[in-house]
């Protein structure tokens, strides 16, 4: 062993060390190594960079973009809508479509940033069944796991793998390589999720601790929408077709305040937030505030030429993503108490409708449009998002008090999901399609999402996990200077050394098992960067193929089930499912056997040795 070798080495077990105490940050310590090795003299300062020209690099920055225009378009949450629709009463039938529509989102975005997304779906689906979210949570982070080995871009070890078989001169993984073994693993773990749910007890619902926020429905109870909300079609001959809000004066005449508009279109039916120039149509379904329930009875709705339609649910719920609730107190020195709703002109200045009124911790009831503001009143106020993000920028008139939970599911181009998933398909085309190169491919699929605003350059460049791409390339050169030193051959040597005469299978599970468990002290990224090259020139010196030694070390890398700290998927769900670390070592640990198990009998099946 050289001077040389002994001093990567060294340097990596710093690396390692620093990795565990997470101090300082991962892609700091990646930035030191970068800066580290061409001192020592081992590699050359253009070889330290190397990694900020790599495909793969550019790769997982642009799929980091597509992932955030698939949540910026509402796609990722319209299947959480449909999880919660259709799971019914049944926590198995939960537990089976959650970790299907987990691992299939995961396959093409981020794991973690899915997770994050259904965390808050599985505890409201979780509260309304009276399951304890300890029994949903793991299943929940497994099949984020699971998701990485579906497809080549589903994880960045994946293409840290592929990239070293494109530098070893070979032909790289196609786009679905992974997903025979991996659909194999997903229905293995969901099998093992509905036997071992049961070991993560949680018999009762327990609350979770965490900081409770006002929601829609909370605000709309709080100052009586329920009983006052209508949807109400606009029939052939109403005296309302082809006329302006404005024009008909519906609130100050006949107390209907018209909130938003159902309309449907050839396709598809569209929400339209009511101002004041809006036209309503024959056949517009009205969204309204009545100032009073019995106002339908009234014969309002004859003469108005309406009908009445059944209302299941509060249409707050219905649109959360396109219509919002917010809570306004008038500060000191504001300028509107003494002026009616009416004189305010809300709707027409501001783009929103006041649909409440609170004054002495008591809703007001009744035609609100002549009520005159005190300084203590707080209101709510109806409309889009946008708007209502807007209205906190002026201070000086109006207080929002909080914002409710949903407004972190907005999607703030909701209308432009048709073209997010053509972005996507155009990607996934491209990919398996092999007509250009899997990065071009990427940024083909990013700039279909940029043409038709899924999604804009500030929310692209937020949208890059930075942190990951810069540990990723920091810890690229490790595999070179271990290269040059020696360092590999000498871990193929004794990888054969004390299993060679076993076999190839013995070998492959040797390395699964020393990935796996090298990947629960660093990143399950450095740790395919620094395994790939061990397997490929292990597989080369038995003169074996090295595609079954490479997908070994890309399966056991996302196959980080066995502490809650060996992937970020499982610190998410470590709070909200009250979980120890003993419930993922008890839970993990035999899953992670018998995902080796699986990987290691199909593997060589699949690619053969």
């Known amino acids: 062993m050289n001077v040389d070798l002994l001093l990567v080495l060294f340097l990596l077990a710093s690396c390692v060390g620093l990795f565990v105490i997470n101090k300082p940050r991962m892609d700091v310590v990646a930035l030191l190594a970068m800066v580290a090795l061409p001192l020592s003299g081992v590699i050359s300062i253009n070889e ?88 949903l949570m793991m299943p929940l982070a497994f099949a984020g796991l699971i998701s990485g080995m579906l497809t080549l871009v589903a994880t960045p070890p994946n293409m840290v793998v592929h990239s070293e078989l494109r ?51 909370i605000l709309a109870q709080r100052y009586r929408l329920p009983e006052r909300e209508r949807r109400l079609r606009v029939q052939p001959g109403s005296v309302l077709a082809n006329q302006a809000l404005d024009e008909l004066k519906l609130r100050s005449q006949y107390g209907i305040n018209v909130i938003a508009i159902e309309r449907q279109y050839k396709f598809r039916k569209q929400l339209l937030i009511a101002t004041g120039n809006t036209e309503l149509f024959v056949g517009d379904v009205l969204l309204v505030d009545l100032a009073s329930p019995a106002i339908g009875l009234l014969g309002a709705y004859e003469e108005l030429g309406v009908e009445s339609l059944q209302l299941s649910d509060s249409y707050y719920g219905d649109y959360s993503r396109e ?14 108490p003494g002026k009616t709703i009416q004189e305010l002109g809300f709707r027409s200045t501001y783009k929103l409708n006041v649909v409440g009124v609170r004054r002495n911790h008591q809703a007001l009831q009744g035609l609100l449009v002549d009520e005159k503001l005190k300084p203590a009143d707080t209101l709510l106020v109806a409309g889009s998002w946008k708007h209502i993000h807007r209205l906190q920028g002026l201070s000086r008139d109006f207080l929002v008090l909080s914002l409710p939970a949903e407004i972190d599911d907005v999607a703030p181009a909701a209308n432009q999901a048709p073209f997010a998933l053509l972005g996507l398909a155009v990607m996934v085309g ?37 942190q990951s791409l810069v540990l990723i390339v920091g810890m690229l050169p490790f595999a070179l200077a271990l290269e040059i030193t020696g360092g590999i051959a000498l871990a193929v040597s004794g990888l ?60 056991a890398a996302s196959a980080a089930f066995m502490t809650p700290i060996s992937s970020p998927v499982n610190t998410l769900v470590l709070g909200p499912g009250q979980y120890r670390f003993a419930d993922f070592v008890r839970v993990g640990v035999p899953f992670t056997l018998l995902v080796m198990l699986v990987s290691v009998l199909l593997v060589p099946w699949l690619f053969p040795l």
Request: some cysteine; proline content about 4%; aromatic content about 8%.
């Open 48 to 135: 330290a960079l190397a990694g900020f020209s790599d495909p793969s690099v550019v790769l997982i920055a642009a799929l980091f973009v597509i992932g955030n225009g698939l949540v910026r378009t509402g796609i990722a949450y319209r299947l959480g809508d449909w999880l919660m629709r259709s799971a019914g009463s049944s926590e198995t039938r939960l537990l089976i479509l959650l970790m299907l529509a987990v691992a299939g989102l995961g396959s093409v975005m981020s794991s973690t940033g899915v997770v994050a997304i259904f965390i808050p779906v599985v505890l409201s689906i979780a509260a309304r069944m009276k399951v304890s979210p300890r029994r």
């Open 167 to 217: 530098r070893a001169g070979l032909d790289g993984f196609a786009f679905f390589s992974f997903a025979p073994i991996g659909l194999a693993i997903l229905v293995l773990g969901i099998g093992y999720m509905l036997l071992a749910r049961r070991w993560l007890g949680g018999d009762t619902v327990q609350e979770v601790a965490v900081e409770q926020r006002d929601t829609l429905d």
């Open 323 to 336: 219509l919002g609730l917010a809570e306004v107190a008038l500060p000191p020195d504001s300028r509107l």
């Open 430 to 466: 491209l990919m398996v399609s092999g007509l250009v190169p899997n990065v071009l491919a990427a940024l083909i699929g990013c700039l279909v999402m940029g043409l038709f605003r899924c999604i804009d350059m500030d929310s692209a460049y937020k949208a890059i996990h930075w």
């Open 496 to 555: 054969i050394g004390l299993f060679g005469d076993a076999g190839p299978h013995a070998l492959l599970a040797c390395l699964f098992l020393l990935t796996a468990v090298i990947g629960l002290f660093i990143s399950n990224t450095a740790t395919a960067v620094l395994m790939a090259p061990v397997a490929i020139s292990t597989a080369t010196q038995l003169g074996a193929s090295p595609y079954p030694f490479a997908m070994i070390v890309a399966l």
